[in-house]
């Protein structure tokens, strides 16, 4: 378990912002490898990373002369390698229920609004950028909408979306919202999100993990 950790990465990819708070609260050393998904057509479409990842996807984990894809699976490897502090709470019912939240995002809001998608509804269908501004706006809304009566009220629900430590479900949740923002979301009909994003990134392990504290993040102008 020595060998060096390399996370293959895009400074604004929510799935990669996941997989690098997930690093830091578990307080795991790794270098981070960009992969720039807008230049040149994208490198994620380059022979070398293919090789890497078939998908064309970030974030891709590197451990040793190991391979790891999809950032809930990562996730679940980091919490399986290095099982503390977890990620995952003791009982199979919260386990389940934190699961539930992080598959939320990754498997139902993300999935309509990452950039291959956005750049096919541009590309081959012809949607203009106010098109898929709204089109990006409709699934994140759905799906918060859900997200926030799951959390509101819940009796699991502390200061984060599972007691009071972060875990699997605040990795997925704080880069949606952050990606939420960059499409305008209105996020006042979902104060309990707002409210679990704001200790989360109060922490030092989000604090790092921000897009714009990235290697590869433009300087600001």
């Known amino acids: 378990m020595n060998e060096r950790l390399k996370l293959y990465s895009y400074w604004r990819s929510s799935a990669a912002y996941r997989v690098r708070i997930g690093l830091n609260l578990k307080g795991l050393s790794y270098d981070i490898e960009p992969v720039h998904l807008v230049r040149d057509g994208g490198e994620q479409h380059m022979p070398d990373f293919r090789e890497a990842n078939p998908q064309g996807l970030v974030p891709v984990l590197r451990h040793g002369s190991r ?4 950032s809930l699976a990562i996730l679940e490897y980091l ?11 003791g009982e199979a019912r919260d386990r389940a229920r934190v699961r539930a939240l ?11 609004n990452n950039l291959r998608v956005l750049q096919h509804l541009e590309h081959e ?4 950028a106010d098109g898929r501004e709204a089109w990006v706006r409709h699934w994140v809304e759905d799906g918060f909408e859900a997200i926030e009566a799951m959390l509101v009220d819940h009796p699991s629900t502390g200061r984060f979306c599972e007691g009071d430590a972060p875990g699997l479900a605040d990795c997925c949740l704080v880069p949606q919202v ?5 499409f305008k979301v209105d996020m006042a009909p979902y104060p309990t999100i707002e409210r679990i ?3 989360c990134l109060a922490l030092p392990a989000f604090d790092a993990a921000r897009p714009e504290r990235q290697p590869d993040a433009p300087s600001p102008a």
């Open 178 to 182: 952050y990606n939420a923002r960059r």
């Open 197 to 199: 994003e704001a200790a």
């Open 102 to 112: 992080a598959q939320a995002v990754a498997c139902e809001i993300h999935p309509l």
């Open 67 to 70: 391979v790891f894809r999809q």
């Open 125 to 128: 269908m012809g949607v203009d």
């Open 79 to 89: 919490e399986e390698a290095w099982p503390t502090p977890a990620l995952l709470p």
